[in-house]
């Protein structure tokens, strides 16, 4: 080995790599939303952007959770849906379809209307109903959401990709050329020690995948002119909301028709009530919302503990009971979840038992049950199963279904509904 083997060896790549993550990194910050200052207060809409897209603008053009609750309260001010508080308690508000149809409404607002639709029993559904029972499915919902009011600001010149699609190119070709300077080391040791030459093959493919990898990250939006000049108008109207405090404490059901105040509000994160209400997001397993038997109701639901009766450990009586007397439940899945890996692989662990709640329409405390992994594909969200069961150790032995979820989740390849699909489940 002489002076130059260590130079081309390892000097040569990690001088390469470090070269492509500085103009990465310049580009990032070269890149990074400019922050907009406020515009004159003022009381007035200063545009007529939909509140998706001002909530975009005025959050550094990263969306938070009020885009789709200040989309559900416009299209309440707008005559789509009609909110209703049945007393002095925001969580007791209800969503009712109205006789208007949705045909004209753009994608976002139409994916919102059409979740109302999806959860609405004889055109009714509980605000805070709408919420997901399934992670994924809630994930997807969101992410749908995100790429069509970006699409939207985009196609209003409001919005752009914070990294351009050349500067992704660009980017690509110079982690090539730094995987060549890699593989140009592992070639240059190969040679001197005359090892296998398929390195210098993994030497070019690993980084070249990884930087390209890394490049064609979607990092978001950026600002445009025209979005910073929207921007600071938006943010005017904040200034001037945040002023008069009675705004943030109005209901989702203060909604007046004709009056997009108070959805503005929203997309600008001041409606601390209905903000508090609405949610697009993962419901509260404790308190989940039921239609099966026809009719909306809340139910809570109950989950083991520490030192809980739930597992293998039970008395030797209480095991014989279970074994010579299961009895059978019947009713709709509200809820599946995992609940216990097995910690000694490597990773999140092999999945070993799930979380299974089933209303049978007529009790308002329910209890969770164990679902084991191998029969966790047996019955989904929204079937109306039978299910053998172990009573005291809360075990279920088999599940048969009954009938099938209307709209099983999967289903449609964006993960909603047809549009204005409704549903009405009876037991």
Not at 287 to 309: A, E
Request: aromatic share 6%; glycine share 8%.
């Amino acid at each position: 080995m002489n002076l130059s083997d260590p130079v081309i060896e390892i000097g040569l790549p990690a001088a390469s790599l470090a070269c492509w993550a500085v103009i990465y990194g310049i580009t990032l910050l070269a890149t990074r939303p400019a922050a907009v200052p406020p515009g004159p207060a003022a009381r007035g809409l200063p545009g007529q952007q939909p509140p998706a897209v001002v909530n975009l603008l005025t959050t550094r053009w990263r969306q938070t959770e009020y885009a789709a609750d200040s989309t559900l309260l416009d299209l309440a001010a707008r005559g789509y849906l009609e909110l209703r508080q049945a007393d002095l308690d925001a969580r007791n508000t209800t969503v009712h379809l109205t006789s208007r149809a949705p045909d004209d409404l753009n994608q976002y607002e139409r994916q919102v209307h059409d979740r109302v639709a999806e959860r609405a029993v004889d055109g009714v559904v509980p605000l805070t109903a709408l919420s997901f029972a399934d992670a994924d499915r809630a994930a997807a919902w969101s992410k749908r959401l995100r790429r069509a009011v970006v699409a939207d600001a985009q196609r209003l010149g409001l919005s752009r990709r914070r990294v351009s699609r050349p500067l992704v190119v660009l980017h690509i070709v110079l982690g090539a050329v730094a995987a060549a300077a890699v593989a140009a080391g592992s070639w240059h040791y190969v040679t001197r020690s005359d090892a296998d030459r398929f390195g210098v093959v993994a030497a070019f493919l690993v980084p070249f995948m990884v930087l390209a990898g890394i490049a064609r990250r979607d990092l978001g939006e950026r600002d445009t002119a025209a979005g910073r000049a929207a921007a600071a108008r938006w943010l005017g109207l904040r200034t001037w909301l945040a002023g008069h405090e009675a705004g943030g404490d109005q209901p989702p059901a203060a909604v007046v028709a004709g009056d997009r105040q108070l959805a503005y509000g929203c997309a600008l994160g001041l409606t601390r009530t209905a903000s508090s209400v609405i949610n697009f997001g993962m419901a509260d397993r404790t308190r989940l919302w039921s239609s099966y038997g026809g009719r909306w109701r809340q139910v809570s639901v109950s989950y083991p503990g520490l030192l809980s009766r739930y597992g293998p450990t039970q008395a030797s009586g209480r095991q014989l009971s279970d074994v010579l007397a299961p009895t059978t439940i019947s009713g709709e899945v509200l809820w599946r979840q995992v609940w216990q890996r097995d910690s000694s692989e490597d990773g999140p662990g092999r999945i070993i038992n799930y979380h299974l709640v089933v209303d049978d329409g007529h009790a308002d405390r329910l209890r969770a049950w164990i679902l084991p992994a191998k029969l966790a594909d047996e019955c989904q969200l929204g079937d109306v199963v039978a299910a053998r069961v172990r009573p005291w150790g809360r075990r279920v032995l088999g599940v048969t279904v009954r009938r099938a979820a209307a709209e099983p989740a999967g289903t449609y390849g964006d993960d909603s509904p047809p549009p204005g699909a409704a549903r009405s489940r009876l037991p």
